[in-house]
């Protein structure tokens, strides 16, 4: 069997002396990987690097294989970050949260538009560490809905209103209003204002810096450790770079 697809690179690893598995994020696909002969040779290498855009064909000749991929270069955004650790940073972190929470062989066509949504910004924007923070706390909370763990922000879930939304509970994932939530918020999980407002712009490195802990509390809780990992290295040290802006 065979598909022909448009895939964002996630990772690359070695196989062998210069052969190397690929893994990508498609738009039909979802997360796929392949095995490709001479991948991580001097022709082929640059090719394979985090957040490019690939055409890549895959072939096996059953389905449960590992299969195969030919890829060509569509585009890649790294021009525009060579040099900026902190882009590469945040591009690090983005791609191995969408490996790690996301099955292989299923369509989430929401997550692949999110995540070439985020490569954009990180690519064209004269942004920081908290903007793109943001950005990921957003594509992560697509990510939980699209794997059935979706947080309901949109009011409180002891009144019932929709204004003042401040916590979120760890249990059921529901926001609560500040004045239902005042006497427990040390066991409540911060909501911060841009996830509701949708002002990313107005977020500070406090609010992105609590946005990732709460979504990274439901990853972890739902998926990370369901599937015997924790929080990838990657995100772990790009939140160090927000939680140093905001010190």
Same mark, same amino acid.
């Given at each position: 069997?065979?598909?022909?697809?448009?895939?964002?690179?996630?990772?690359?690893?070695?196989?062998?002396?210069?052969?190397?598995?690929?893994?990508?994020?498609?738009?039909?696909?979802?997360?796929?990987?392949?095995?490709?002969?001479?991948?991580?040779?001097?022709?082929? @290498?640059?090719? /394979?690097?985090?957040?490019?855009?690939?055409?890549?064909?895959?072939?096996?000749r059953l389905e449960a294989n =590992?299969?195969?991929?030919?890829?060509?270069?569509?585009? &890649?955004?790294?021009? !525009?970050?060579m040099g900026e650790g902190a882009?590469?940073?945040? %591009?690090?972190?983005?791609?191995?949260?969408?490996?790690?929470? %996301? #099955?292989?062989?299923?369509?989430?066509?929401?997550?692949?538009?999110? =995540?070439?949504?985020?490569?954009?910004?990180?690519?064209?924007?004269?942004? &920081?560490?908290?903007?793109?923070?943001?950005? %990921?706390? @957003? %594509? $992560?909370?697509?990510? /939980?809905?699209?794997?059935?763990?979706?947080?309901?922000?949109?009011?409180?879930?002891?009144?019932?209103?929709?204004?003042? /939304? *401040?916590?979120?509970? #760890?249990?059921?994932?529901?926001?609560?209003?500040? $004045?239902?939530?005042?006497?427990?918020?040390?066991?409540? /999980?911060?909501? #911060? *204002?841009?996830?509701? &407002?949708? @002002?990313?712009?107005?977020?500070? *490195?406090?609010?992105?810096?609590?946005?990732?802990?709460?979504?990274?509390?439901?990853?972890?809780?739902?998926?990370?450790?369901?599937?015997?990992?924790? !929080? #990838?290295?990657?995100?772990?040290?790009?939140?160090?770079?927000?939680?140093?802006? &905001?010190?």
């Amino acid at each position: 069997m065979e598909w022909q697809d448009e895939g964002i690179v996630l990772s690359a690893s070695r196989m062998g002396e210069a052969d190397a598995v690929l893994e990508v994020m498609t738009r039909a696909h979802g997360r796929a990987r392949g095995f490709i002969k001479g991948g991580l040779g001097r022709r082929n @290498r640059a090719n /394979l690097q985090v957040g490019n855009r690939l055409s890549v064909k895959w072939y096996a000749r059953l389905e449960a294989n =590992l299969g195969r991929f030919t890829v060509e270069l569509i585009h &890649s955004p790294l021009g !525009q970050m060579m040099g900026e650790g902190a882009r590469i940073s945040a %591009l690090s972190a983005i791609a191995t949260v969408v490996a790690s929470t %996301l #099955p292989e062989r299923e369509t989430h066509v929401s997550v692949f538009e999110g =995540l070439e949504a985020v490569i954009e910004l990180l690519e064209h924007s004269e942004g &920081s560490a908290v903007d793109w923070g943001g950005a %990921l706390v @957003r %594509l $992560e909370m697509v990510i /939980l809905a699209e794997l059935g763990y979706g947080l309901d922000l949109t009011r409180c879930a002891v009144t019932g209103e929709a204004d003042d /939304l *401040a916590f979120v509970s #760890p249990k059921t994932g529901r926001a609560v209003s500040i $004045e239902a939530g005042g006497p427990y918020k040390v066991k409540l /999980l911060a909501l #911060p *204002a841009f996830l509701t &407002s949708g @002002r990313l712009s107005d977020a500070s *490195a406090d609010d992105v810096l609590n946005g990732l802990m709460l979504t990274g509390y439901f990853l972890e809780r739902n998926v990370w450790t369901v599937r015997g990992g924790g !929080q #990838p290295a990657a995100r772990e040290r790009f939140m160090g770079s927000v939680q140093r802006l &905001s010190a």
